[in-house]
Each structure stands twice: as C-alpha cells, then as structure tokens.
C-alpha cells in the first residue's frame, strides 16, 4: 500500500533553534517528493519539489533531502522564525500516464516556533 | 499574477443537501485538482481536470463529483451530504502537462455539515 509516514506528529521548539522533520515512504512507481508548508486555515505552499536523482535541495532557510534508496527524506529548517509554526506536508508524487500523477500525503508535522 | 481562489470561503449544510464548490486557477493553468482535508485522513485527492476532462480520479463514493468549464474554472459538487464530509476542501492548479509542474493551493472552502 502506498504510504507516506511523518515524524514528529507535532515540534516545539525556540526561535533561533534548528530541526529536523522525517518523512518515510512507501510508495512505488516513485516520481518526484515535495514538502509543503500550510499555514493555520490556509492552503499549502510548495517548499521544494526533488526527483529521484536529486539528494538535496535548499529553499532559504529550509533544506529538503532525499535518499531513494531507503525511500526517507528530511526538512531541515535552520535558525527558525516565529512565522516558520505551521504544519509540514510530505507528499510523494507517483506517475500515472496522461494525467500529473497521484500525490499520496502525509498527515504533517505540526511545528510550533516559540520565542 | 493572481492566485488560486475559491468560493465560498465558509459553507454550512444540513446531512442530506448538495452543496458546489468553485475554483478559479491562476491564469494560464489547466489542471484543477480537487483535495479533501480532515484533522483525522490529512489530505486527501478527489479529482484531476484538464481541459475540461477528468484525467484521474481518487477513492471517494460517487456523490463527489467535479467539472471543468473551458475557461479552467472548476466546480465541485457534493450530493446527500453526509456529517463525515465535514471538511476543508482546496483546489490547486498548475500548467498541468506534467507531474513535476508544481501545484499552486488555494485557501480552501471549510464545509460544514449538521
């Protein structure tokens, strides 16, 4: 079954502070893995996008990894910022022919950024 | 350039209405998706439109149902309500010629049912 696993459900942590986010999955055909930002009673917003060559991909101060092999991928926020609380969405993209794929979701991260 | 809107922001139903969704997409974009998302499943995929067609489809019962006028717009309908389609409902659209094209959100519609 294709799944895509989050951890921490939820993160507290001070402003200034570094963490660390970790999404696993199990989904095959993979295509391409996103993480997404989501505002409290707003849409999510696209961080990065990775395909399976890529390893790293930084946006600002919010750096995605991917390690197809073991099928994980980590979103590293460094010194955070109050307005980085929010929920942090994993989703992995698997190919469907004639169409822009199946995005299976993970159920987040909710991240509290405390001063 | 305009983002994604829907309307309405806000929707209250009784158990047993129908209630539709609308969706503008960023100019230029024709593929619509349609999304479900509850405190419990997280997010989850409803439908796909692209030039007025469905090209891809999720797991939900058939009283969910969408379409696509010429313009891109998208609308989505819900028929006999149920307590459990209790929801934020978000659309996303993107250029829509591949999977790696990135998918633009709007604010959602919170739908409630009594």
């Known amino acids: 079954k294709n799944q895509v696993e989050q951890s921490p459900q939820s993160l507290i942590i001070l402003e200034g502070k570094n963490c660390t986010l970790q999404?696993?999955?199990?989904?095959?055909?993979?295509?391409?893995l996103r993480w997404y930002k989501q505002d409290t009673g707003r849409g999510p917003v696209s961080l990065t996008i990775?395909?399976?060559?890529?390893n790293t991909k930084s946006n600002g101060r919010y750096t995605a990894t991917l390690d197809a092999d073991t099928k994980q991928s980590s979103l590293h926020i460094t010194a955070s910022q109050l307005s980085d609380s929010a929920s942090y969405i994993c989703v992995v993209n698997t190919p469907r022919g004639g169409s822009q794929g199946n995005l299976i979701f993970g159920k987040g991260t909710k991240l509290s950024v405390k001063p | 350039k305009a983002g994604v809107t829907q309307t309405p922001r806000y929707l209250i139903k009784t158990r047993g209405q129908q209630v539709t969704l609308s969706c503008s997409p960023i100019s230029g974009h024709r593929s619509v998706s349609w999304y479900q998302q509850t405190p419990g499943q997280g997010l989850q995929f409803l439908f796909e439109y692209f030039s007025e067609t469905q090209r891809n489809k999720g797991n939900f019962p058939g009283r969910f149902s969408g379409r696509q006028f010429s313009n891109s717009r998208s609308e989505m309908n819900v028929s006999t309500l149920e307590l459990g389609d209790s929801a934020l409902y978000l659309c996303a659209s993107s250029l829509g010629g591949s999977e790696y094209n990135e998918q633009f959100f709007g604010p959602g519609t919170r739908l409630t049912v009594l």
């Open positions: 990775m395909t399976f060559s890529e």
């Open positions: 999404c696993n999955y199990t989904v095959s055909p993979f295509s391409n």
